[in-house]
């Protein structure tokens, strides 16, 4: 069982930057490939960004690429997410996640959220 959380939300204006963390429980995290989701209010969840077990893959949705950074430390059961040149649009909850896939659509493991907040 894979505990997830995350943290490093807040309110940021359009432009700024905001490095978000995800703390997982200790054992196997580094067997796992770790993602970020996101959900805006009123929208359907989506896929922001994906890295796997080694950290030498990543994947990102075409709405962060260039913008947003996926990274891990496996010796710290933590991986990250550096959001810049945020925008009004990246307001939503973002949720960390783990799974053995990289691009799973519906990870096994989910965190609580983090609210992202982006004032124009």
């Known amino acids: 069982q894979v505990q997830l959380v995350e943290s490093g939300g807040g309110l940021v204006q359009a432009g700024g930057s905001l490095r978000l963390s995800c703390a997982a429980s200790?054992?196997?995290?580094?067997?796992?490939?770790m993602g970020w989701f996101r959900q805006a209010p009123g929208k359907e969840r989506e896929f922001v960004a994906s890295?796997?077990?080694?950290?030498?893959?990543?994947y990102y949705a075409d709405a962060v690429k260039g913008r947003f950074t996926i990274s891990r430390d496996n010796a710290k059961n933590t991986v990250y997410l550096q959001m810049n040149s945020l925008k009004p649009e990246d307001t939503a909850v973002y949720y960390c996640?783990?799974?053995?896939?990289?691009?799973?659509?519906?990870?096994?493991?989910w965190g609580q959220g983090t609210q992202v907040t982006v004032s124009s």
């Open positions: 996640t783990a799974d053995f896939r990289v691009l799973a659509t519906t990870p096994a493991y």
């Open positions: 200790k054992g196997t995290f580094s067997r796992y490939a």
């Open positions: 890295i796997n077990w080694s950290g030498d893959t990543t």
